[in-house]
């Protein structure tokens, strides 16, 4: 069956970096878009970044654009999510699923990581 495991996440100081992995199995990962979506307590769940099947085209959400990249690595399976300048609103549990850049249908997802940044 398709899994999909984060990992990477912590806690962390404001302005420090985290990188997160999601490494996929049991689908053919190349044929997937990616994404990474966030919840923090009391919010709804919000989309942060997607990549392409190929890493060519990505998409940021506005509140990460310029700290946050996507990309992907398809010989491994792999999804990542490079996080710099974190700030304590980026706390949140990080999830990834799969999903074209401009859809908005997600089929399969993670059990998340916790990033915790504080000030």
């Known amino acids: 069956q398709v899994q999909l495991v984060e990992s990477g996440g912590g806690s962390v100081q404001a302005g420090d970096s985290l990188r997160l992995s999601c490494a996929a199995s049991g689908l053919t990962f190349s044929s997937h878009g990616m994404n990474w979506f966030r919840q923090a307590p009391g919010k709804e769940r919000e989309f942060v970044a997607a990549?392409?099947?190929?890493?060519?085209?990505?998409r940021y959400a506005d509140s990460v654009k310029d700290r946050f990249s996507i990309s992907r690595d398809n010989a491994k399976n792999t999804v990542y999510l490079q996080m710099n300048s974190l700030k304590p609103e980026d706390t949140a549990v990080y999830y990834c699923?799969?999903?074209?850049?401009?859809?908005?249908?997600?089929?399969?997802w993670g059990q998340g990581t916790q990033v915790t940044v504080s000030s």
């Open positions: 699923a799969t999903g074209e850049v401009f859809g908005s249908r997600y089929d399969y």
């Open positions: 990549i392409s099947r190929s890493g060519v085209t990505t």
